[in-house]
């Protein structure tokens, strides 16, 4: 029984096809390898190292390896840092639901209302093309917009609708939400127009035959069938947002601090061990907005 | 699709949604065109290119300091174009990888994307922190290199992957066979289909890292790329400099993706051309 055994393992070790097979693993093993060597040491270990120093000991400028949990407590009992959490995942609710609300429209009229192909393209090309503007330039470009002499008061005053400029606009909550709203719907747009133009018409001819109104068919065709795209598109806006400093920056005048505020602003005045805890608890919100988008969706099997 | 007024009721919102979109970099653009003594913001006091000039460093020299912007661009330059050849050598390699079976290829893939998903403001402190710790010096085309690479190759590697999905073996051993050296194979056969794909994973990795400032903030050390010269005039009182910089960079990318444009009309086109050859053949 053993010896069979033996034998029809010789064999399978033998076999050209085996040979061959063993031979094209170890060189995918091969080709994969630079590139998972590069990720561990520029990418894992680095992140390990966020874990790691958020222990150490933090005196008032610099950090020693010396295990503690000083600055964990003081993170967790501190109410500008409780707030910086707060305030992160509220943006981060905020501005995922308005790209949402102010993008599906969008994609709905290019996926399903617009059959002319180049039409199609271009109007995607035209929602593409702001992305070839440096990102910082995109944020600095809302402050003529909204501040009290910007475009949007000079406009309303001159129509007569308001006679004091708005003060709201700009160094605001608004401001911010404003800004990362119209820089990352398009993260939005992208992926559920794709997938809406993935549904296939007969489908849709089939069940207006059957006499669906639109209404019916938007609910029980076009929109389950949009949302993995809208699954994708949340995950691309959530990593976006949470990871966000430099918005809140620009347009809120240092009112709205976000967790890579926090994170910036520690490690500018080389507090590196409350960076690092700041850091792991972006790590935590991040991992679980992911794993909660990948319960409702599974993306494997949809690409 | 037919929906009554519904239609016509998205195609008005559309237009609103792209005009917000644009608004801004419009409002920008006009205001690039400020007199010296107007402010960044409306009304214009008289039209000029003074803050052209300024940024090109042809004005004197005002009360406005002026953007490094030559070293930066340079730098930004050089850095986008190490990020591109590497990233995009790693994510064909990988993607080829990807063509044949083997156990742990989950995590692998999961790994490679983790370099997109991951905040730069993330990467960058954990960056800087092993750098202190191995008491490496951070430069721009050290700390910051690996990291944009960390960046753009899942990109790259994705586009390539999408490349190889559809990339016929069978085309290439077809035309080994047929007599054709394994050179002319690849210069023939091989080479015009991945093509249009190394170019979009070129282009994604070569923008990505230009534009690329998070991951950069706390990694470049002392010389600044340009993104991070553009961040410099966050805390401090903005001018029509920075717009003038953003019509600029703006043509700039322009100019980048209209060469990508007919780069990859002219490849794809011959490929169409081939591909109805074929089919007279056959």
């Given amino acids: 029984m053993t010896s069979t055994a033996a034998d029809i393992a010789t064999d399978r070790r033998t076999s050209p096809a085996v040979i061959r097979q063993n031979k094209d693993r170890r060189r995918a093993l091969l080709l994969l390898s630079p590139g998972v060597i590069w990720m561990t040491l520029f990418l894992l270990l680095p992140l390990c190292m966020v874990v790691y120093v958020s222990f150490w000991t933090q005196t008032t400028f610099a950090v020693e390896p010396t295990l503690t949990t000083a600055s964990w407590q003081q993170f967790l009992s501190s109410p500008t840092y409780l707030s910086a959490i707060w305030t992160t995942v509220r943006i981060w609710a905020i501005v995922l639901t308005a790209t949402l609300v102010v993008g599906y429209p969008v994609a709905l009229y290019i996926g399903l209302f617009v059959q002319n192909k180049t039409l199609q393209t271009a109007l995607l090309v035209a929602c593409v093309i702001p992305f070839w503007t440096s990102f910082l330039i995109r944020v600095i470009a809302w402050r003529p917009m909204l501040g009290t002499e910007g475009a949007i008061n000079t406009i309303l005053l001159k129509v007569g609708l308001i006679h004091e400029p708005l003060t709201f606009l700009l160094f605001s909550e608004f401001s911010v939400l404003v800004g990362m709203t119209q820089i990352y719907c398009v993260f939005m747009v992208g992926p559920i127009t794709f997938m809406i133009g993935r549904i296939d018409p007969s489908v849709i001819e089939a069940a207006r035959d059957l006499g669906a109104s639109f209404g019916t068919i938007f609910r029980r065709i076009v929109l389950p069938l949009s949302l993995p795209g809208v699954i994708v598109g949340a995950i691309f806006v959530s990593v976006m947002v949470l990871g966000e400093f430099a918005t809140a920056a620009s347009l809120s005048g240092r009112k709205v601090n976000l967790l890579g505020n926090i994170i910036v602003s520690q490690v500018g005045s080389l507090k590196w061990a409350f960076a690092a805890v700041a850091g792991v608890v972006l790590t935590i919100i991040i991992t679980a907005v992911i794993t909660l988008a990948l319960r409702v969706v599974d993306l494997r099997k949809e690409m | ?282």
Avoid at chain 2, 222 to 243: C, Q
Wanted: proline content about 5%; hydrophobic content about 50%; cysteine-free.
């Fill in chain 2, 1 to 282: 699709m037919n929906a009554g007024p519904l239609r016509p009721a998205l195609a008005i919102y559309t237009a609103l949604f792209l005009l917000f979109l644009y608004g801004p970099m419009i409002v920008l653009a006009i205001l690039s065109f400020q007199s010296q003594s107007g402010g960044p913001q409306f009304p214009i006091q008289d039209w000029s290119v003074y803050w052209y000039e300024h940024l090109l460093g042809l004005a004197e020299t005002s009360r406005v300091s002026q953007l490094p912007v030559g070293d930066s661009l340079l730098r930004s330059l050089t850095l986008a174009f190490m990020t591109t050849v590497v990233s995009v050598t790693l994510g064909t390699m990988s993607a080829e990888a990807f063509r044949t079976r083997f156990k742990g290829s989950g995590p692998v893939f999961y790994l490679v994307i983790l370099g997109m998903m991951v905040p730069g403001v993330l990467v960058g402190l954990g960056m800087a922190l092993l750098a202190n710790v191995l008491g490496i010096d951070r430069a721009w085309w050290s700390t910051a290199f690996v990291l944009h690479v960390v960046y753009t190759y899942p990109f790259a590697f994705l586009v390539m992957l999408a490349i190889f999905n559809r990339f016929d073996r069978s085309i290439e051993e077809a035309s080994m066979s047929l007599g054709v050296s394994r050179g002319q194979t690849f210069r023939r056969v091989t080479f015009p289909i991945l093509f249009p794909g190394v170019l979009s994973a070129a282009l994604f990795s070569f923008t990505l890292s230009y534009d690329e400032f998070a991951r950069t903030l706390f990694t470049a050390g002392r010389d600044l790329t340009l993104p991070l010269a553009i961040y410099g005039t966050f805390s401090v009182e903005i001018y029509p400099n920075i717009f003038a910089f953003g019509v600029l960079t703006t043509l700039f990318s322009f100019t980048l993706l209209v060469i990508y444009g007919l780069l990859m009309k002219r490849f794809t086109g011959a490929k169409t051309s081939t591909y109805k050859g074929q089919e007279d053949a056959a």
